[in-house]
């Protein structure tokens, strides 16, 4: 249920509802917009008499929400959620997710080496992306596969963060891992394959870093919100969903980049949008189409596969960019990102 203030409604009637809503035994969260305060009510709904909300000054009007996702509902939170990233080394500026910049984080998929991290954190800061990614704990679908550095490839991921200043996302795949990886990343990655890894889920939403959320293989967008919501009902609200591609009947992509899902969210919920083209094409040569369009489409962010060598990738090679091919495509999003009112910085 929620609370819809009037327009010219004071914080002392903000207050009493809140008040109010607690003295029922639920919790109330309040959500200041520009243009509406939305007061929604978390608990038992049944002990609430919303008549009595309704007829209490400032209301204008008290409506159930109907959505089994609340916190991450529009209606519950009708202003978009900007994310900060705070910068990593003094004298840089913070990050936006979700504002007006378009955010591009990039880099290998697995972290391989350290002279790889460095080198490659350096050229990409040069050419502007945000944020460096790489996997340091690797989901592979076969456990003879290379399986990440593990806390090794989380050391040089915190190297290059340090001397280079790219903020890092990286993937966290076990909850014993979380404490340790929230250490060392900016944001952290919950991988397709661990969407509904409930108990992972509400560990996060423990912590104190944002949290990137990659749609499952073949899960729904109301089952992307809904893992959003195990997140955020355990108090970290900070949390970014991202279309990575499902698994179709299509077979020259890797998987089924589903670009509907940027205004499908952007409509449903207020967390910022990511799209990874990388993984939901598979092959390089589609990588820039899709990563154009998806910034088209209102995504507030890509995530993109950029290697030194792909030819010589322990993971995704076929799906990586090279660093002069990500530079030439970074030029061309900032053209996108301005034909519909974004920018890239
Ligand atoms: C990745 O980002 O490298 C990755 C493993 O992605 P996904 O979980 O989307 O397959
Ligand atoms: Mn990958």
Known sequence: MIVVMKKGSDEAQVQA??????????????????????IGLIG???????????MMPGVDKVMPVLKPYKRASKEFHPENTVIKIPPVR?????LSLGGPGVVVMAGPCAVENRDMILSLGAFLKGVGAHLLRGGAFKPRT?????????????????????????????EVMDTRDVEMVAEFADVIQVGARNMQNFNLLKVLGRCHKPVMLKRGLSSTLEELLMSAEYVMSEGNTDVILCERGIR????????????????????ESHLPVVVDPS????????????AKAAVAAGADGLILEVHPDPSQAISDGAQSLTPKRFKALMGELELVARAVGRNLH
């Open 17 to 38: 509802i809140s008040d109010r809503v607690e003295g029922f035994g639920l919790k109330a969260h309040v959500s200041r917009g520009e243009e509406r305060t939305v």
């Open 44 to 54: 038992d709904e049944t002990l609430v008499q919303s008549a009595s909300l309704e």
């Open 90 to 94: 003094h004298g840089d500026k913070g």
């Open 142 to 170: 076969s456990p003879y596969s290379f399986q990440g550095l593990g806390v090794e490839g989380l050391r040089y991921l915190a190297e290059q963060r340090a001397v280079v200043g790219l903020p890092v996302i990286t």
């Open 248 to 267: 179709t009947f299509e077979r020259f992509t890797r998987n089924t980049l589903d670009l509907s899902a940027v205004p499908v969210l952007k409509r």
């Open 279 to 290: 993984h939901g094409v598979g092959h390089w040569d589609l990588v820039a189409p899709m």
